[in-house]
């Protein structure tokens, strides 16, 4: 089965401060991973998706991602926060029948 | 349109009562999916249309549950006898289903449902 584990419900930074956002995953199966951003009453938007193309994967916004298997890990990162960052980001597994396995997802606040 | 589309975008509705929610995918994708947030917490899976079959209904919470899609388009969720546990915000999304677990799917904005 899979399943995916955010730790830190709330991360706060301040502006031009590093973002980094956990997630872990576990899965039966080579994973595919999504990072996914959604902004106060709208639906979710793509940051970025690791498909075993590459380790390291870049997405929109300046954000990246790195899928590490010995950690089971696959972290989201941003040099230099901005203030239009702040929303709730949400890490996926996709399963075996392909509908996304979601965590619980990380607020992110980012003070002036 | 350019992206998915749901219908209505919020919900008021008292206990016992049906509702409907509807979601217009984006033209030409094959897949659909429904997702239920609930507050403070991640999205859950409910139900996977392939056309106009459901292979996977596997998160469909009790039989009070059902949906249906009209070929490659329209699908409408219904919960029936509404209950104080269903107010959440209910996602849509679709994909082309080129390449299947590694799809990107699009979501629409979502129909917060409240249950009073």
């Known amino acids: 089965a899979q399943s995916v584990t955010q730790l830190g419900s709330h991360v706060s930074v301040s502006e031009g401060a590093l973002v980094l956002l956990r997630c872990n995953y576990s899965s039966s199966v080579p994973p595919y991973l999504f990072w996914y951003v959604q902004y106060p009453n709208q639906g979710l938007q793509l940051l970025l998706k690791?498909?075993?193309?590459?380790?390291l994967v870049k997405g929109i916004n300046g954000f990246e991602a790195e899928f590490k298997k010995s950690e089971t890990s696959f972290h989201l990162t941003k040099p230099s926060a901005h203030m239009s960052d702040a929303a709730e980001y949400f890490c996926?597994?996709?399963?075996?029948?392909?509908?996304?396995?979601f965590g619980t997802g990380t607020r992110l606040q980012v003070f002036p | 349109g350019a992206g998915v589309s749901q219908s209505p975008s919020n919900k008021v509705t008292e206990k016992g009562k049906d509702v409907e929610l509807r979601c217009d995918p984006i033209?030409?994708?094959?897949?659909l999916y429904w997702y239920r947030q609930r507050l403070g917490q991640g999205l859950e899976f409910l139900i996977y249309?392939?056309?106009?079959?459901?292979?996977?209904k596997s998160g469909l919470p009790s039989d009070r549950f059902s949906a249906e899609r009209t070929g490659e388009s329209v699908s409408t969720l219904t919960i029936q006898r509404t209950q104080q546990e269903d107010s959440a915000v209910y996602l849509c999304?679709?994909?082309?289903?080129?390449?299947?677990?590694?799809?990107?799917?699009?979501f629409g904005p979502g129909t917060r449902l409240t249950v009073l």
């Open positions: 690791y498909t075993s193309a590459a380790t």
């Open positions: 996926a597994v996709s399963d075996l029948t392909d509908k996304l396995i």
């Open positions: 033209s030409g994708h094959t897949a």
């Open positions: 249309f392939q056309g106009n079959s459901a292979p996977d």
């Open positions: 999304a679709s994909s082309q289903r080129t390449s299947g677990r590694t799809d990107t799917q699009y």
